[in-house]
Antibody
Framework: QVQLVESGGGVVQPGQSLRLSCAAS????????LHWVRQAPGKGLEWVTV????????FYADSVKGRFTISRDTSKNTLFLQINGLRPEDTAVYYC??????????????WGQGTMVTVSS | DIQMTQSPSTLSASVGDRVTITCRAS??????LAWYQQKPGKAPELLIS???TLENAVPLRFSGSGSGTEFTLTISSLQPDDFATYYC?????????FGPGTKVDIK
């Protein structure tokens, strides 16, 4: 069964760090571009970052550039999002999503269930 | 960055109604436009890619059209399962951007 399962969310204080994980099953992570998309409570979808299928290219939204880092462990078929310097405006459900055909210019056909990150003092 | 807008932001309709949602891009995106459906507490689901290509298992009452800067999503006969929020997304260039969403609720 093709699926993505996120974990690692929680309640953290401003300025702290968090690492989110996205475990892939039913497909090989290194064959697809993989994205992180977030959704603040009651708000719309915001694309955050992507890693290309070969791991050679990464793009970030301006709102997270310099604070967020996408990475992966192909041996564990898992994608990560390292979030540093958390701000209250980073509070959101974080989804990982797979590119439909593997490329960067592509839709997202498989989504995880999301993991909630709450930044509050 | 390419800005995406949607109208209306909320749409109240009845079962059986024909519903049309409009999405506009701030610059020409060709047909690199997708539509997603999201229900409360759930992840989005891909409905349409390349502006008009219906994904597998998506009911035929959904259709998409448009190119360039103006696009539409049409539901020909609204069903109870269709009450949800719909997002358009451009994927021609980074950063990928979504529209603000259109909530379809029960009239």
């Amino acid at each position: 069964q093709v699926q993505l399962v996120e974990s690692g969310g929680g309640v953290v204080q401003p300025g702290q760090s968090l690492r989110l994980s996205c475990a892939a099953s039913g497909f090989t992570l290194s064959s697809f571009a993989l994205h992180w998309v977030r959704q603040a409570p009651g708000k719309g979808l915001e694309w955050v970052t992507v890693m290309s299928y070969d791991g050679l290219n990464e793009f970030y939204a301006d709102s997270v550039k310099g604070r967020f880092t996408i990475s992966r462990d192909t041996s564990k078929n898992t994608l990560f999002l390292q979030i540093n310097g958390l701000r209250p405006e980073d509070t959101a459900v974080y989804y990982c999503a797979r590119s439909t055909s593997g490329g960067l210019r592509d839709t997202f056909d498989i989504w995880g269930q999301g993991t909630m990150v709450t930044v509050s003092s | 960055d390419i800005q995406m807008t949607q109208s209306p932001s909320t749409l109240s309709a009845s079962v059986g109604d024909r519903v049309t949602i409009t999405c506009r891009a701030s610059q020409n995106i060709g047909a690199w436009l997708a539509w997603y459906q999201q229900k409360p507490g759930k992840a989005p689901e891909l409905l349409i890619s390349k502006a008009s290509t219906l994904e597998n298992a998506v009911p035929l009452r959904f259709s998409g059209s448009g190119s360039g800067t103006e696009f539409t999503l049409t539901i020909s006969s609204l069903q109870p399962d269709d009450f949800a929020t719909y997002y358009c997304q451009q994927y021609t260039s980074y950063p990928i951007t979504f529209g603000p969403g259109t909530k379809v609720d029960i009239k």
